[in-house]
């Protein structure tokens, strides 16, 4: 085959590959000699090293024993000890020492070298004090004893005319343990040999020092490191040094450094330089072949991600190759992806937006549903659902027309927005039903969101139609339910609960199934709503003669049931505490409006007008189903010492609900102010009622207020009547 006719990839190839072999094989050749001689130097400056470790750690302990061994020499009371053949004195006096010390062992003889008292281990004495007929100075010495070598500090004890009167002896073993120790330290199996004596780091350290010891003699030789073979066959480096003492007589140290290591590693060296030069080949090769493949891979690549668009993944794009030509190609590709991608984005977000709104449909509401219950069993964390629905919606369209319906749509669904973390998820779910997933929240923290909300929407005003109301049903997993179907069907329980019990309120699902009504119940119910509506009507009217008691019932209604809720009370007690608070003062409808609207303290006379108004509330109720909550409208401004009206009961003959609607109406008015006094903070206002706790006011339910107010903002979110609470509900918790 001709030059010319092979393929420009080849072309590229072959003298890449030849210039890359040659430089390879020269690179191999220089860097296996220089890695050999770096190994013996690596090699040789372990031993070094090695020895310099069991020198300093011998000598080190020489230099620690002879202080010690002096301090006690010149000690008095050892002295005097020695000189009384006192015993039992120096036991005590030594006992502490050798703790401190921490030594093997103490040992204390007379001048003739009898020996006197002994703590620790059995410390020998040392030949040479017998031969010197123990009048020595200061000395170290190594001794053997048995099989065991001790590193000896000696201090002669001298009488106060300098006569020797015995000595002291402080010793350490150089066990096995030590030299262990050092061989960490080290890296090298040591062994020290003492009176043909072989102390090592492993048997087999031992058997080796003693064999070489014995080639030693046998050959007469003086080359210290000498290469052998360990019987196991490991061939290592052997040393001996010797190492003297200060009183002059020594030991041999012998270290073994293994070398199968360094030759293994010239082994792995050498196989590793051959891999990498066989791979800087192999690379040479590969990336002549990509220069080459270079021209035809981005017109490969784009006609596959061309056809991965076409089956709908229209995130596909083109790198950029560096050549001019293919570049501007890619970048008419990627315009295009990206204009496919964005198209698709928004028929996405149609398929899951509400037009209307603005908010997530019914579609997106399941989907989220599925997947956030599936990841609160995961993680085992709670997850609360709101469903709501406006109050008279219908009324509403056949009043005003369906576009002012859609205005209330959209009012509701802006105060959802605004009042929602980034985690929830609003949703319209019907035509005036809507529904909020609230991830990691409890029913209490979503009673809080929901009464926040419910609130917020009865404070608004629309044009032409003006006030609309939300009622409002919570459940929870996995609380009330464990599944999708069940949670959704328990909420709406809940919501239709609160639709029962006069509507624009919140109640949690209590347990009670969900039942088609029957057209006698359906009758009551629309004959239930229009007295609740009728109500409604009166407390608006009896709030309407004072300005300054506005929605004062229903912050009431809320703050008891948040205490309701925090004593832990059931949900259709909670709902019962509500409807109270709501109702509380409707009987005022029958004091004189110059009394309700009066800025400063009332009359004797004027407050036996008022005094009447909890039973006169009582008789307006008779007769409905809100026969739980009468006792509370009649003995609401009773107080625990007997001193409030129209009774005078006291204790426990006022009912819970009367005790918790008492506190709940004292607090909001110190909260609200009112002509005659100022508001005051939710602070202050606890600390003002603890001061009357148990003696008028209930303790636990103020208890309970100190302890909302301390773990959340929903008493100071009430205590804002003029305007609507601005607070950031992303910094609501996520778990209680």
């Given amino acids: 085959m001709r030059y010319q006719q092979i393929d420009i990839r ?11 072999f040659v430089g390879v094989l020269l690179t191999v050749l220089i860097t296996l000699h220089l890695m050999e001689v770096q190994s013996d130097q690596t090699v040789k400056k372990e ?38 053949k006192d015993s039992a004195a120096l036991v005590r006096k030594l006992i502490p020492v050798k703790v401190t010390f921490n030594v093997d062992g103490i040992k204390i003889i007379d001048a003739k070298g009898t020996e006197i008292i002994r703590l620790g281990s059995s410390l020998p004495t040392p030949s040479i004090l017998v031969n010197a007929g123990f009048d020595l100075e200061r000395v170290a010495l190594f ?14 004890i001298r009488s106060r005319d300098g006569k020797l009167v015995g000595l002291v002896l402080v010793g350490n073993k150089i066990s096995k343990t030590l030299i262990k120790e050092i061989k ?7 062994v020290i040999s003492f009176d043909n004596l072989f102390v090592g780091s492993s048997s087999a350290a031992e058997e080796e020092a003693i064999n070489h010891s014995y080639e030693e003699e046998r050959l007469d030789y003086s080359n210290n490191l000498t290469e052998i073979h360990t019987m196991d066959g490991e061939p290592c480096l052997i040393d001996r040094f010797d190492l003297k003492t200060s009183g002059g007589n020594k030991i041999k140290v012998y270290t073994l450094t293994s070398i199968s290591h360094s030759n293994q590693a010239k082994r792995d060296n050498a196989i590793a330089i051959l891999s990498v030069s066989l791979a800087a080949l192999l690379v040479s090769i590969i990336v002549a072949y990509i220069v080459g493949y270079q021209v035809t891979k981005p017109i490969k690549v784009m006609a596959k991600r061309a056809r991965l668009i076409a089956e709908g993944d229209y995130k596909q794009r083109i790198d950029y190759s560096g050549v001019r030509e293919i570049d501007e190609l890619a970048t008419s590709f990627n315009i295009m992806s990206e204009a496919l991608e964005v198209n698709r984005q928004c028929l996405e977000e149609r398929a899951y937006t509400d037009s209307l709104t603005g908010l997530y449909n019914h579609r997106y509401f399941q989907d989220s549903l599925t997947n956030e219950l599936m990841r609160s069993d995961r993680y085992k964390h709670p997850l609360s659902l ?64 929901a009464e926040r909300l419910r609130m917020d929407v009865a404070s608004q005003t629309i044009p032409d139609i003006g006030k609309i109301t939300i009622s409002l ?25 609160s639709k029962r019990n006069g509507k624009n309120m919140t109640s949690i699902y209590n347990g009670e199934p969900l039942v088609k009504l029957d057209p006698q119940e ?32 229903e912050r009431v209604s809320m703050i008891a049931g948040l205490i309701g809720l925090e004593l832990g009370l059931s949900p259709n007690q909670v709902e019962h505490l509500r409807i109270a608070g709501l109702l509380h003062d409707i009987g005022k409808i029958a004091v004189p409006d110059y009394i309700l609207a009066k800025s400063e303290p009332l009359t004797e006379e004027e407050f036996e007008k008022l005094k009447p108004h909890p039973i006169i509330g009582e008789q307006i109720l008779q007769g409905t189903r809100l026969q739980p909550v009468l006792k509370a409208v009649l003995y609401h401004h009773e107080r625990l010492d007997g001193s409030g009206y129209p009774y005078g009961l006291k204790g426990d003959e006022i009912p819970l609900y009367a005790r918790i609607i008492a506190d709940a ?56 009547t003029s305007k609507l609470c601005d607070i950031d509900i992303n910094d609501r918790p996520l778990t209680a």
Avoid at 184 to 190: E, F, H, L, P
Avoid at 473 to 495: L, R
Avoid at 522 to 540: C, G, V
Avoid at 675 to 704: C, R, W
């Fill in 522 to 553: 359906d009758k009551w119910l629309t004959e239930e709503s229009y007295y609740m509506d009728m109500l409604h009507a009166l407390i608006s009217h009896v709030e309407a003669k004072d300005q300054s008691v506005h929605s004062h019932s």
């Fill in 10 to 20: 080849k072309k590229i190839l072959i003298p890449i590959v030849l210039i890359s």
């Fill in 665 to 720: 109406d004292t607090f909001e008015a110190m909260i609200s102010g009112r002509p005659y006094h100022k508001a005051m903070s939710v602070e202050e206002s606890i600390a003002k009622l603890k001061q009357d706790s148990g003696t008028k006011f209930d303790e636990d339910a103020i208890n309970a207020l100190d302890r909302i107010a301390s773990r959340d903002d929903s008493l100071h979110c009430i205590a804002m």
């Fill in 47 to 84: 031993i070094e090293h090695a020895k310099h470790l069991i020198k300093e750690a011998l000598m080190d302990n020489e230099a620690r024993l002879m202080p010690e061994a002096i301090m006690l020499a010149s000690d008095v009371s050892i002295r005097e000890g020695v000189e009384q």
């Fill in 473 to 497: 049903g919570i459940s929870t997993f996995p609380d009330h339910a464990t599944d999708k179907e069940s949670i959704i069907e328990a909420a709406d329980v809940a919501m239709y609960h």
């Fill in 386 to 449: 709101i469903v709501i629905d406006i109050d008279d919606f219908k009324k509403v369209n056949d009043n005003f027309g369906h576009k002012k319906g859609d205005t209330a749509l959209q009012l509701l669904a802006d105060r959802m927005k605004a009042q929602v973390r980034e985690t929830d998820i609003p949703c319209r779910i019907g035509g005036e039903e809507f529904a909020i997933i609230l991830p990691e929240t409890t029913s209490y923290e979503a009673y809080t969101v």
């Fill in 143 to 156: 001794v053997r004893s048995g099989n065991e070598i001790w590193l000896t500090a000696v201090a002669p």
């Fill in 184 to 190: 960490k330290g080290t890296g090298a199996d040591v």
